[in-house]
T-cell receptor, first 112, second 113 residues
Framework: DAGVIQSPRHEVTEMGQEVTLRCKPISGHDYLFWYRQTMMRGLELLIYFNNNVPIDDSGMPEDRFSAKMPNASFSTLKIQPSEPRDSAVYFC??????????FGNGTRLTVT | DQQVKQNSPSLSVQEGRISILNCDYTNSMFDYFLWYKKYPAEGPTFLIS?????DKNEDGRFTVFLNKSAKHLSLHIVPSQPGDSAVYFC????????????FGKGTKLTVNP
């Protein structure tokens, strides 16, 4: 079991550029979550999927953010256009349901 | 508004002593509580959980206590070890499971040898 795999580990980009973060959940896990960690707000849930269907995206900050899960083994979080205030660590997590979340190691995004 | 609060950003204890990390919540609908541990450059990892039908859950050196009337939970680590040095997050859910976990901001624990 390789765990939840996120890529890239670090991303540095300029304001206005498109950023795509990727996640491969643990095989067999029906739930996938995207979290963002900042000093000010801590860990906040952005969106989660169940069986590849978005269930709750109320945490997505604005229309610049979008997430997709085209199949059970892959999800993306896209920011277009990116802004300096989007700088944070973005975590993907998966779960088989009523069990605790398994987190990836995160993507540290820096927007200059 | 923060529904899960960890009011101590940091805590320092000596090896072998007890570490007590505290967490308060405001949403009375929360019925499932978890603690996660996070090392630098890694994702949070699950440590221990408790359902609202219990007031204590123990797993080895780790014990979580829940006081529903006070909307307060705590994590006790006995004895503390240097390897326990990490950031500890308290989390809560209103659905009896892990959907829509609400996290606190974390407490950085340092265990000194």
């Amino acid at each position: 079991d390789a765990g939840v795999i996120q890529s890239p580990r670090h991303e540095v980009t300029e304001m206005g550029q498109e950023v795509t973060l990727r996640c491969k959940p643990i095989s067999g896990h029906d739930y996938l979550f995207w979290y963002r960690q900042t000093m000010m707000r801590g860990l906040e849930l952005l969106i989660y999927f169940n069986n590849n269907v978005p269930i709750d995206d109320s945490g997505m900050p604005e229309d610049r953010f979008s997430a997709k899960m085209p199949n059970a083994s892959f999800s993306t979080l896209k920011i277009q256009p990116s802004e300096p205030r989007d700088s944070a660590v973005y975590f993907c997590a998966s779960s088989p349901g009523v069990s605790p979340l398994h987190f990836g190691n995160g993507t540290r995004l820096t927007v200059t | 508004d923060q529904q899960v609060k960890q009011n101590s950003p940091s805590l320092s204890v000596q090896e072998g002593r007890i570490s007590i990390l505290n967490c308060d919540y405001t949403n009375s609908m929360f019925d499932y509580f978890l603690w996660y541990k996070k090392y630098p450059a890694e994702g949070p990892t699950f440590l221990i959980s408790i359902s609202s039908i219990k007031d204590k859950n123990e797993d080895g050196r780790f014990t979580v206590f829940l006081n529903k009337s006070a909307k307060h939970l705590s994590l006790h680590i006995v004895p503390s070890q240097p390897g326990d040095s990490a950031v500890y997050f308290c989390a809560a859910s209103a659905r009896g499971g892990s959907e829509k976990l609400v996290f606190g901001k974390g407490t950085k624990l340092t265990v000194n040898p």
